[in-house]
């Protein structure tokens, strides 16, 4: 697996037989190989996460599939396709091979659980801990329930690939969500996402934090794309 970091929250997995854009907002999408399927997730309507460009695919690959949470579907209008799947929160579907399962995000939309040759994808999309200083004690309180109760799934799960939130704007609580993630599943392969442009949280993360030894955490300043 081949893995390209976009920008943000936006990925690219490359297989030997298909490719999944997750999270697109900008950045250069690479040249793709037609005879391939392509999959198009997008885990929320926010501009951070969805771009509209990504339908422009259609224009030059014959084999694009889109799927994206059940939220998105206004802010797709018109551009609905065939080949376009709208899922809602906790559920499981099977998609052209891909086992897939969503999760309900503590803040827009969804984040998705995909199954595939043996191996599994988790993007959190905005399912993050949201733990904000100065925020309503009450509503940070609600945030951890939530939040926990909803990663719960992914408990004493072994994840082969993930990318969840490292998000600067959170002050001295950015790590939690990470921190929770890395202790209550086995993730091999973790990718810090949502960090806008501010490469040195990554840097900051990883200075104050022992990484589980089964972990090997990506720092996206080192190149572009990953081989897993």
Known sequence: MKVTYLNHSGFLLEWPHSYWLFDYYKGEIPALDAEKDIFVFCSHSHHDHFN?????????????TYVFSDEMREACGKLQTPEMHFLEDRTDTVIKGLKIHTLKS????????????????????????WYWDGEDPDWNKQMTADYKNEIEYLKGKT???????????????????????????????????????DISIIDKYLEEYEIPQETKFYH?????????
Do not use: S
């Open 106 to 129: 503590t803040d827009m939309g969804c984040a998705f659980v995909i199954e595939y040759e043996d191996r599994t994808v988790y993007h959190a999309g905005d399912l993050h801990w």
């Open 159 to 197: 994840l082969d690939v993930a990318f969840t939130p490292l998000d600067p704007r959170q002050g001295n609580e950015y790590a939690l969500g990470m921190n929770y993630l890395l202790e209550i599943a086995t993730v091999k392969n973790a990718f810090p996402m949502h960090i806008w442009d």
């Open 52 to 64: 509209p460009e990504v339908f422009d695919l259609l224009k030059t690959y014959p084999k694009v």
């Open 220 to 228: 996206l300043k080192e190149e572009t794309f990953y081989e897993i």
